[in-house]
């Protein structure tokens, strides 16, 4: 009985580590063909995005809005990661997001709330 439980312990931990990575491999996904929509999945309440014009903390789902907004006046060919880590139970992702008009470095910080990832904060620079 003993050797069941502690199997039941490490398979729902394996279970619950790999749900946090998928998150982030999901948001990133999303971020490859442009779809706000699947981005917002994984919004928090309040989400910070800065792009080079505007800067501001958004409501779920202004920043759906916000972030449909930039795709469609810059439509995504493509993202590339840099550099993905984590800290303390967050994780983030660099990379380049390649759009029509330019390319544009692009951070994603998650941070676990609950059971899963929440989507913080999304930033998007010229290159």
């Given at each position: 009985?003993?050797?069941i439980?502690?199997?039941?312990?490490?398979?729902?931990s394996?279970?619950?580590s790999?749900?946090?990575?998928?998150?982030?491999?999901?948001?990133?996904?999303?971020?490859?063909?442009?779809?706000?929509?699947?981005?917002?999945?994984?919004?928090?309440?309040?989400?910070?995005?800065?792009?080079p014009?505007k800067?501001?903390?958004?409501?779920?789902?202004?920043?759906?809005?916000?972030?449909?907004?930039?795709?469609?006046?810059?439509?995504?060919?493509?993202?590339?990661?840099?550099?993905?880590?984590?800290?303390?139970?967050?994780?983030?992702?660099?990379?380049?997001?390649?759009?029509?008009?330019?390319?544009?470095?692009?951070?994603?910080?998650?941070?676990?709330?609950?059971?899963?990832?929440?989507?913080?904060?999304?930033?998007?620079?010229?290159?």
């Amino acid at each position: 009985m003993k050797k069941i439980l502690t199997i039941i312990i490490v398979l729902f931990s394996t279970i619950s580590s790999f749900s946090q990575k998928v998150s982030i491999a999901e948001v990133v996904a999303a971020m490859k063909v442009g779809n706000a929509a699947q981005v917002a999945r994984f919004f928090d309440t309040n989400v910070e995005i800065s792009m080079p014009d505007k800067s501001n903390s958004y409501s779920k789902s202004q920043a759906e809005l916000v972030l449909k907004d930039f795709f469609s006046n810059n439509p995504v060919k493509g993202f590339d990661i840099i550099h993905k880590g984590e800290n303390a139970g967050s994780e983030y992702c660099i990379g380049t997001l390649v759009t029509k008009n330019g390319s544009f470095r692009t951070t994603i910080f998650m941070k676990q709330k609950g059971e899963a990832q929440s989507l913080q904060e999304l930033r998007f620079e010229n290159r």
